[in-house]
């Protein structure tokens, strides 16, 4: 395989100071990846890439992981792609994380399970061509062809006798011209991607060496809390500091507003509340102490105007000031649902054929709504960050999905250049997709700002868990219209959500059924909301597969089997266009599900089982967990997983991410719930915001990947969204009832 | 403000704090030790969990007026290169995500081993429910103490 970077020249090569070889990378991602960006509405030089490669004349191997990691495992599987073509020992290589350059490095952005999928090509690309430049450096000192010499593990040799260490020959190699064309392995070739690596910093993590932003800490740094209003909806009216200012240790107290007045925000700059009070003084326990002494009055926010930028320009975002409880939302979405709301109509997203016909004519008309909640990411690393900000320049460090983003807002609101901001990434204590969005990155620098001294944000689980950007609350509608012969006719769903529609109209079963409707709308609302694990995959795949499950019972069939046939229609003889799964893909992920699953055979017959797939990130997934009553609870005790994610870098970690996301998919499903009342989130730590624990989690999860040479699609993200569906599905089999509202434990939310 | 001596990993520590500062604040802020991380701070998540005389607590909760003579183990003194056994079965399963939580489950689990030399599926549940792992490593943090109480 020849790979040509036509765009431009992306690899660069220079003398390291003490000798040796650095190889700079940048690229202009390949279409599929700023396809991704466009919808993220990122300005384009932002789809660039970067990373370095060094060789040491001590013969070790630094590769640069451009992008955060927070247990995705990219700062082991992205070096590895480089040193697959680089051909050198891993044993010899030192990953070290890359800082911030938005100029050089681009958006460094994790999320959208896009890390791997985005470097496949450049990383390996750059690796062949420090390789190739090693062979020509060393055909120029032995005066050999460069075509006889050969490379193994990291050693030139020559059948002449002579071989080198590629350290000895990198100082020469850096004076070369980097080659336009490099040959890159065929998959068959692989011997460090698709085997097993340790995790780059599995040492550091099991000794406890600071690794993460909590851990951050330079001389004279002060601790910073945040007082935010108690409820979304409310405001800073006025406040007395005068006691809490006496509180041992504490330097300041004072109220600041995160962005001035006409302030744009880009698609990131989300934030819940924008004047709030920073408590800062010498240490954690002392800040939190003062802060229990603040006298505080909040007010009613009423509605706020707010202007958004983005790629499509400016609007106008008018935030209302009600102060929500979920019933009040179940009610209000129920209205929206049944069209009853007046405000404003469904949108239509998609349409195939003629649906009201299909049911006009249906023998039977199967409908159902499902409800989800809002939930709240709950990382283990609460939110933080260190700022140092000073008059010229800027300092900003810690857990951050997506630094990229937040630059340009931290130069505006510092009122700095960006190339005198300089961010720093730690290893994160989690993301899901919260760590995308910068507000608590620009609240300490506003507070260093003020202070003019290095300090760190702290949130407390209780802030953190208050003060969110949830996964958004959701609703669907799915009807299906079957005729005298069971035949699936029509399909129609209608969604919404608070604030945001989950619907993806051209997913499956679109493509499947002759007269298709999807329509969509969106109820506006002041609880901040955004990206978490496969936004709105993992409520579209709750709802929409165990309403297949309902389906598929009513027609008399199998589900599987059903799944199968709508697949075949869709492969064979799409309905519509734009049909964004590949029906291919989606077979092989069932067919071996069926196959590892022993789904059908007679020693897994009495078992309640339930079966769910979905494709989002351009891969595809499937589950079949075997659910129990263990003292009188549903529980499930085994999950047999397959994921077509094209090539698998690092099987075992890989393994690890699925199995993740399997628990996390159950925990979320059976407990997780963010409910509101008159704006005050009801769940505030661990106590009554329920997480999965070590003796709800499955004591088996077989994991398999489809085998295949497709360059990485996403897998972060894919696993998670069925395993809701497969939940929902057992549990009908081990209860006799469906459930519609999650969370599945309670049926329906509080409040 | 109150002193007090404290025996942390094998050695004498001397701090001068509010006698209600959680030990958790005094490692992390006070003496440098940030391997003891901070969940939740309401003895919910066990990443905070030490070692107080061998036994699993919980560092978020307990006063550094309640220490006394009682010896405290953290993470950074578990072990002197990564050579407790259930540091390397953490590594031999690969078990970290995000990491972030590891620190207090390896700290349950090695007390747990120590009082406990064989647990079963049951036992290991019951020492390490206290113990969230959000990104969902359970199983193998399971099979990690099952090796573990091998070697
Ligand atoms: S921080 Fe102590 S148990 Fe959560
Ligand atoms: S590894 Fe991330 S919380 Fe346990």
């Known amino acids: 395989m020849k790979n040509t970077s036509n765009r431009r020249d992306f690899l660069k090569s220079s003398v390291l100071a003490g000798g040796g070889l650095m190889l700079s990378i940048s690229w202009f991602s390949e279409a599929k990846a700023a396809e991704k960006i466009a919808t993220l509405n990122l300005p384009e030089q932002w789809s660039e890439l970067a990373a370095y490669i060094k060789i040491t004349p001590e013969n070790v191997v630094k590769i640069l992981c451009p992008n955060p990691e927070f247990g995705q495992n990219v700062m082991t599987s992205l070096p590895m792609m480089v040193a697959e073509e680089l051909d050198c020992d891993w044993k010899n290589v030192v990953v070290e994380m890359g800082t911030h350059d938005n100029v050089k490095y681009g958006p460094q952005f994790t999320g959208g399970s896009n890390s791997v999928r985005m470097y496949w090509r450049p990383l390996r690309t750059a690796g062949a061509a420090a390789r190739q430049m090693l062979i020509e450096a060393a055909a120029q000192t032995w005066g050999v062809p460069a075509s006889e010499i050969i490379t193994n593990a990291g050693v030139l040799s020559h059948s002449s006798g002579k071989s080198a260490k590629y350290g000895e020959m990198a100082s020469k190699a850096a004076t070369l011209t980097v080659p336009k064309d490099v040959k890159l392995k065929a998959p068959k070739d692989f011997s460090i991607v698709r085997n097993s690596k340790k995790n780059s910093e599995g040492t550091k993590v099991v000794t406890g060496k600071p690794l993460f932003g909590m851990d951050y800490k330079v001389d004279g740094m002060l601790i910073a809390m945040i007082q935010h209003p108690?409820?979304?909806?409310?405001?800073?009216?006025?406040?007395?500091?005068?006691?809490?200012?006496?509180?041992?240790?504490?330097?300041?107290?004072?109220?600041?507003?995160?962005?001035?007045?006409?302030?744009?925000?880009?698609?990131?700059?989300?934030?819940?509340?924008?004047?709030?009070?920073?408590?800062?003084?010498?240490?954690?326990?002392?800040?939190?102490?003062?802060?229990?002494?603040?006298?505080?009055?909040?007010?009613?926010?009423?509605?706020?105007?707010?202007?958004?930028?983005?790629?499509?320009?400016?609007?106008?975002?008018?935030?209302?000031?009600?102060?929500?409880?979920?019933?009040?939302?179940?009610?209000?979405?129920?209205?929206?649902?049944?069209?009853?709301?007046?405000?404003?109509?469904?949108?239509?997203?998609?349409?195939?054929?003629?649906?009201?016909?299909?049911?006009?004519?249906?023998?039977?008309?199967?409908?159902?709504?499902?409800?989800?909640?809002?939930?709240?990411?709950?990382?283990?690393?609460?939110?933080?960050?260190?700022?140092?900000?000073?008059?010229?320049?800027?300092?900003?460090?810690?857990?951050?999905?997506?630094?990229g983003w937040m630059e340009p807002t931290l130069a505006k609101i510092l009122n700095l250049p960006a190339d005198k901001i300089e961010i720093q990434m730690t290893r994160m204590g989690g993301g899901f997709g919260r760590r995308a969005y910068g507000s608590y990155v620009y609240e300490a620098a506003r507070i260093s700002q003020k202070l003019k001294v290095p300090i760190k944000l702290i949130y407390t689980r209780e802030d953190d868990m208050t003060y969110g950007i949830y996964r958004p609350m959701y609703t669907a509608t799915y009807r299906a219209a079957l005729d005298a012969n069971k035949n699936l006719i029509g399909f129609h769903v209608t969604g919404g959500g608070i604030p945001e529609n989950p619907i993806h109209a051209n997913r499956f079963p679109a493509g499947a059924v002759d007269n298709y409707l999807a329509d969509g709308w969106e109820i506006t609302s002041n609880i901040t909301i955004g990206a978490f694990r496969a936004p709105r995959s993992n409520f579209n795949a709750a709802a929409e597969q165990s309403f297949l499950d309902e389906v598929a019972e009513a027609m008399g069939k199998d589900p599987i089997?059903?799944?199968?046939?709508?697949?075949?229609?869709?492969?064979?003889?799409?309905?519509?266009?734009?049909?964004?799964?590949?029906?291919?893909?989606?077979?092989?992920?069932?067919?071996?599900?069926?196959?590892?699953?022993?789904?059908?055979?007679?020693?897994?017959?009495?078992?309640?089982?339930?079966?769910?797939?979905?494709?989002?990130?351009?891969?595809?997934?499937?589950?079949?967990?075997?659910?129990?009553?263990?003292?009188?609870?549903?529980?499930?005790?085994?999950?047999?997983?397959v994921v077509d994610c094209g090539v698998v870098v690092n099987p075992d970690a890989a393994r690890n991410m699925v199995q993740g996301a399997v628990v996390d998919g159950i925990g979320q499903s059976f407990y997780g719930a963010l409910t509101h009342k008159d704006g005050v989130p009801e769940?505030?730590?661990?106590?009554?915001?329920?997480?999965?624990?070590?003796?709800?989690?499955?004591?088996?999860?077989?994991?398999?990947?489809?085998?295949?040479?497709?360059?990485?699609?996403?897998l972060g993200e894919p696993p998670f969204p069925p395993v809701f569906g497969a939940v929902a599905n057992a549990l009908y089999k081990s209860t006799g009832k469906r459930y519609y509202n999650q969370p599945f434990t309670s049926e329906q939310p509080k409040s | 403000m109150a002193k007090y001596s404290l025996k942390i990993n094998g050695k004498t520590k001397q701090v001068d704090v509010d006698p209600s500062t959680p030990v958790l604040w005094v490692l992390r802020d006070h003496l440098n030790m940030p391997g003891t991380k901070f969940g939740c701070g309401m003895a919910q998540c066990g990443a905070c969990t030490i070692h107080l005389d061998g036994n699993a607590t919980r560092s978020c909760v307990l006063p550094v007026s309640a220490i006394g003579k009682s010896a405290i183990t953290t993470i950074e003194g578990l072990s002197e290169n990564c050579t407790h056994p259930v540091q390397k079965a953490w590594l031999e399963h690969d078990v970290a995500q995000c990491g972030y939580c590891q620190g207090g489950q390896i700290m349950s689990a090695s007390a747990l081993l120590k009082s406990n030399p064989n647990p079963t599926d049951e036992d290991i549940d019951i020492a390490m429910s206290g113990n969230i792992c959000r990104c969902g490593t359970y199983l193998r943090i399971k099979e990690a103490i099952k090796t573990a109480a091998k070697n």
């Not at chain 1, 492969?571 to 590892?596: F, H, Q, S, T």
């Open chain 1, 230 to 403: 108690p409820a979304f909806g409310m405001k800073l009216k006025s406040f007395d500091a005068t006691v809490a200012k006496k509180m041992p240790g504490i330097k300041d107290i004072f109220s600041f507003k995160l962005y001035d007045d006409g302030f744009e925000q880009a698609g990131f700059d989300t934030r819940t509340f924008n004047e709030m009070i920073a408590v800062v003084g010498n240490s954690t326990w002392e800040v939190m102490n003062a802060r229990k002494k603040l006298s505080i009055q909040w007010e009613a926010a009423g509605e706020v105007k707010e202007m958004m930028v983005g790629r499509g320009g400016k609007t106008e975002k008018i935030v209302p000031g009600r102060l929500e409880t979920t019933s009040k939302q179940l009610e209000m979405m129920a209205e929206f649902a049944n069209g009853r709301h007046s405000a404003k109509p469904a949108k239509e997203l998609r349409k195939d054929g003629n649906p009201e016909t299909a049911f006009k004519n249906a023998a039977q008309v199967i409908e159902r709504t499902y409800n989800a909640p809002f939930l709240a990411h709950n990382t283990m690393e609460p939110m933080n960050f260190f700022a140092h900000v000073q008059d010229d320049k800027a300092l900003v460090a810690g857990p951050l999905q997506a630094p």
């Open chain 1, 683 to 714: 769940q505030n730590n661990f106590h009554n915001y329920r997480m999965i624990r070590h003796n709800e989690a499955p004591q088996k999860i077989d994991v398999h990947f489809v085998e295949n040479d497709i360059d990485p699609t996403g």
């Open chain 1, 561 to 641: 089997q059903m799944r199968l046939d709508l697949l075949k229609r869709a492969k064979e003889n799409p309905v519509g266009k734009n049909n964004d799964y590949d029906a291919n893909r989606y077979i092989g992920v069932l067919e071996l599900l069926k196959e590892k699953s022993g789904w059908g055979k007679p020693e897994n017959v009495g078992k309640k089982r339930g079966v769910a797939a979905y494709f989002c990130h351009a891969s595809y997934a499937g589950h079949v967990v075997d659910m129990v009553m263990r003292d009188g609870q549903p529980y499930v005790e085994s999950v047999t997983s």
